[in-house]
């Protein structure tokens, strides 16, 4: 089992930052790939980002490519999502997942490969 709890939402401004935490604890040496997605009001949840849990290699949505940045604090279990330039596109429900599945980095983007789920954090991003 794989438990993970995430922080850091909140109401911002457009153009804004945040960061969003995500603490994992239980069996995180079975992790594969960490991933953030999102799911805004009437939306399907959709993909933002994810690492590698052993090789930290990440990949991005285009949507936010360039603008956020996964990273991970291996010494506190620890995976963050960092939010520049946020806009009110970005305005969503922010979960952490884990996936224990070796799969391709295009199958990671994919929800139903995720395993473990956080309750979820909200960003909401004014204009």
């Known amino acids: 089992q794989v438990q993970l709890v995430e922080s850091g939402g909140g109401l911002v401004q457009a153009g804004d930052s945040l960061r969003l935490s995500c603490a994992s604890s239980?069996?995180?040496?079975?992790?594969?790939?960490v991933g953030w997605f999102r799911q805004a009001p009437g939306k399907e949840r959709e993909f933002v980002a994810w690492m590698r849990w052993t090789t930290s290699s990440t990949n991005y949505a285009n949507t936010v490519k360039g603008r956020f940045t996964i990273s991970r604090d291996n010494a506190k279990n620890m995976v963050y999502l960092q939010m520049n330039s946020l806009t009110p596109a970005d305005t969503a429900v922010y979960y952490c997942?884990?996936?224990?599945?070796?799969?391709?980095?295009?199958?990671?983007?994919?929800?139903?490969?995720?395993?473990?789920w956080g309750q979820g954090t909200q960003v909401d991003v004014s204009s």
């Open positions: 997942a884990a996936s224990l599945s070796f799969v391709s980095g295009m199958l990671s983007t994919s929800a139903g490969m995720y395993d473990y």
């Open positions: 239980g069996r995180t040496d079975r992790i594969y790939t």
